[in-house]
């Protein structure tokens, strides 16, 4: 994984945090999932639909299997809609149901 730079300000009471805005992490397993994940939700945060949560301050987090972007962005579009449709009913994403989907 890459280090990406990223500064927040706290603008004050006036500008709160909305989905508008949310940090993605490309995992490369479900172990690295299942770290970030349990990071986030585990310390005060709360989980959401198709690998979205949020941690303890707001902030939206996606927390992205690479093996799933590249399932709903194949070629193969019915295996990629399979993919898709298995995702839209996970929280945090499990790789082996997104892989099973896939495969049929």
């Not at 992490?25 to 639909?49: F, H, L, M, P």
């Not at 499990?94 to 099973?100: H, L, P, V, Y």
Request: charged share 25%; glycine share 10%; hydrophobic share 40%.
């Amino acid at each position: 994984m890459l280090g990406i730079a990223c500064l927040g300000l706290n603008g004050g009471p006036a500008f709160k945090h909305t989905e508008a805005f949310s940090f993605q992490v490309a995992t490369k397993d479900q172990g690295e999932t299942d770290r970030y994940w349990n990071a986030i939700v585990g310390n005060g945060g709360q989980e959401s639909e198709c690998g979205w949560c949020k941690d303890k301050w707001g902030i939206s987090w996606q927390i992205t299997p690479i093996a799933l972007t590249k399932a709903y962005t194949s070629p193969d579009r019915l295996a990629a809609k399979r993919a898709f449709d298995a995702m839209m009913t996970m929280r945090k994403i499990d790789i082996a149901k997104i892989e099973a989907a896939f495969r049929g």
